[in-house]
């Protein structure tokens, strides 16, 4: 089983509503989780971490954690064309603090 | 805000060759990384790195890796005698203490093997 997997996508929204990205992990023990967003050709930037099971809100993202299932999602609110982009899910390893792995990501495409 | 900086931002080199790929990690970061991604696949952990040594290495960081913080700011990666394979992104990136801190990515070294 892979470590950190997800929905490859393309998922296409229309602009304003809701995307949905979802993330499952293998390591049971993982503690913190982490989205972040990139963009073609540049590097991973941040939108938010969790590590509390239940719902953590940051503006217009939601990351959702449920650790007995292994599962953390990520909701965007009124997309907009400008959240196109490719969705990275990173969790660190309870074997390692020092090793958080990167799934392959999930590209979302807003349609105006 | 403080970020980290990586340098070069693209290099050519030809196989065979070794190259030094350098960041510098956000000074009071103390937990640093090195990550690859090839053209259209997933970012790969190489090696994370902390008290000035290796603290974890992937399947990938074999003897042609290696890592160094040559002094107090910079934090190097070296890829002894390069392979086509190699072409790739390469990101350096930092974190702070805590669990749960984030890590922070520079821009990139897009790394290009003739």
């Known amino acids: 089983q892979k470590e950190v997997e997800q929905n490859s996508g393309p998922l296409s929204v229309p602009e304003g509503a809701i995307a949905s990205l979802n993330c499952t992990y293998s390591?049971?023990?993982?503690?913190?989780f982490f989205w972040y967003r990139q963009y073609s050709g540049k590097s991973p930037e941040l939108i938010m971490f969790?590590?509390?099971?239940g719902d953590k809100e940051d503006g217009r993202f939601t990351a959702q954690l449920n650790k007995a299932s292994q599962y953390v999602s990520l909701l965007i609110r009124d997309s907009q064309p400008s959240d196109s982009a490719t969705y990275l899910c990173?969790?660190?390893?309870?074997?390692?603090?020092?090793?958080?792995?990167f799934g392959p990501g999930t590209s979302l495409s807003v349609i105006p | 805000e403080p970020e980290v900086t990586q340098t070069p931002s693209h290099q050519v080199t030809q196989m065979g060759q070794e190259v030094i790929l350098r960041c510098v990690p956000i000074?009071?970061?103390?937990?640093f990384y090195w990550y690859r991604q090839i053209l259209g696949q997933k970012v790969e952990f190489l090696v994370s790195?902390?008290?000035?040594?290796?603290?974890?290495k992937s399947e990938i960081f074999d003897d042609q890796f290696s890592v160094e913080r040559p002094d107090g700011s910079n934090f190097t990666l070296k890829i002894r005698s390069t392979k086509l394979e190699d072409s790739a992104m390469y990101f350096c990136?930092?974190?702070?203490?805590?669990?749960?801190?984030?890590?922070?990515f520079g821009n990139g070294t897009r790394l290009t093997v003739t």
């Open positions: 390591d049971r023990g993982s503690q913190s």
């Open positions: 790195f902390y008290n000035n040594e290796i603290s974890e």
């Open positions: 990136a930092s974190r702070g203490t805590g669990y749960n801190s984030p890590l922070h």
């Open positions: 969790i590590y509390s099971n």
């Open positions: 000074s009071n970061h103390l937990y």
């Open positions: 990173a969790v660190n390893m309870k074997t390692s603090y020092d090793k958080v792995i």
